[in-house]
């Protein structure tokens, strides 16, 4: 099935019935519903994101969103590239570069840019990782 309006995402996603929630979370729509409900609705972005079957050019969008909730499920997503993840590296928010530091796509150079991070745990999680790397 497909998800066919902004509408009908927000009244899945809202719903109290679990099957209308795992429609919301795991139905495709077409690019204009998502842009669609990332305008008219605001607070249904971090849902737009959550999305199984949410398009790069979305998560491509929603990168720099003012909300960082938003902003941390884009970068929880698997499908990012490491492009976008090196622009998540730069987010003022130390949770989201911890979430760029474990997330499996992203660069080597990503990661010794995060190397220096202002966060201990940013930069212990990096250091794990390029020790990792170096073993494999």
Do not use: C, G
Request: aromatic share 6%; glycine share 0%.
């Amino acid at each position: 099935m497909t998800i066919l309006s902004a509408d009908e995402f927000v009244r899945l996603r809202y719903a109290e019935d679990p099957e209308d929630y795992r429609r919301a979370a795991s139905e495709s729509a077409p690019l204009a519903v998502w842009l669609e409900v990332i305008e008219r609705y605001p607070d249904a972005r971090v849902w737009v994101v959550r999305n199984k079957t949410v398009p790069m050019e979305i998560l491509e969008d929603l990168v720099d969103d003012s909300d960082v909730r938003v902003r941390y499920a884009v970068a929880m997503k698997r499908k990012l590239t490491p492009m976008l993840l090196a622009h998540l590296a730069l987010d003022e928010d130390e949770s989201i570069r911890l979430r760029v530091a474990m997330h499996r796509n992203t660069s080597r150079e990503t990661l010794e840019y995060l190397r220096n991070d202002s966060w201990d745990r940013v930069r212990e999680t990096v250091r794990k990782r390029l020790v990792a790397d170096r073993r494999q």
